[in-house]
């Protein structure tokens, strides 16, 4: 019994930990969006945090990060980002995006 208590648990941590990060990542495309950067930020972090962030899904958040630091007129910090992304995730679509963007001259 005590053995599938914690298997039950454990499935309920990882599930509430995959709903976080999902929710974080809603609120940080919507403070985006609503040009709240500094909030995108924030959620962008707590979504970076939890153990489930895959490459392809670290590849969004960065390029969402880099986007963000772009609005914000920060245009180093998004730089450093799209190179790393054109470099590290050069396969995958936030790659080549980030490409396209330092080609547009950042």
């Not at 500094?38 to 962030?53: G, M, N, P, R, V």
């Not at 392809?56 to 007129?73: I, N, P, V």
């Not at 730089?79 to 396969?91: A, D, I, M, W």
């Amino acid at each position: 019994m005590k053995k599938f208590a914690v298997i039950v648990l454990a499935v309920s941590i990882i599930g509430c930990s995959s709903q976080v990060q999902n929710g974080a990542i809603q609120l940080a495309y919507s403070n985006f969006n609503d040009r709240d950067y500094e909030d995108t930020l924030e959620y962008i972090s707590q979504a970076e945090q939890t153990k489930q962030t895959n490459p392809e899904l670290k590849a969004e958040l960065t390029y969402l990060k880099a986007q963000t630091y772009e609005k914000m007129g920060e245009y180093q910090k998004a730089k450093s980002l799209y190179k790393y992304l054109s470099v590290e995730h050069k396969s995958s679509q936030y790659g080549y995006l980030a490409l396209e963007r330092l080609n547009q001259n950042l």
